[in-house]
């Protein structure tokens, strides 16, 4: 098995930058996709962006395309996303998954972090 923790998020300003941050332990990340997801208040998950084993495919919700980046580094096992440009509908819990495949759907991850917090404030 694979554990998963999240960290990096915080309170931004509208228009603000964070880089959350997932490491594994266990089993090297290498060996999964990594996604992650988000969970605003009152709405159900959503994909956010997925990234494959060597990070040479990566994919974006669109409502995130063009202000968030997905990345990893094996070596530390260690995904990373890079959101900027945030905006007040950004606001939730962030959540990186781990899986055998790269997928749109959170039923195809096995393993999840706990998640961390980003607000963003207007």
């Known amino acids: 098995q694979v554990q998963l923790v999240e960290s990096g998020g915080g309170l931004v300003q509208v228009g603000g930058s964070l880089r959350l941050s997932c490491v594994a332990s266990?089993?090297?990340?290498?060996?999964?996709?990594v996604g992650w997801f988000r969970q605003a208040p009152g709405k159900e998950r959503e994909f956010v962006a997925s990234?494959?084993?060597?990070?040479?495919?990566?994919y974006y919700a669109d409502s995130v395309k063009g202000r968030f980046t997905i990345s990893r580094d094996n070596f530390k096992d260690t995904a990373y996303v890079q959101a900027n440009k945030l905006k007040p509908e950004d606001t939730a819990v962030y959540y990186c998954?781990?899986?055998?495949?790269?997928?749109?759907?959170?039923?195809?991850?096995?393993?999840w972090g706990q998640g961390t917090q980003v607000t963003v404030s207007s």
């Open positions: 266990g089993r090297t990340l290498s060996r999964y996709v």
């Open positions: 998954a781990a899986g055998s495949r790269s997928s749109f759907s959170d039923y195809e991850y096995d393993y």
């Open positions: 990234i494959s084993w060597t990070g040479g495919n990566t």
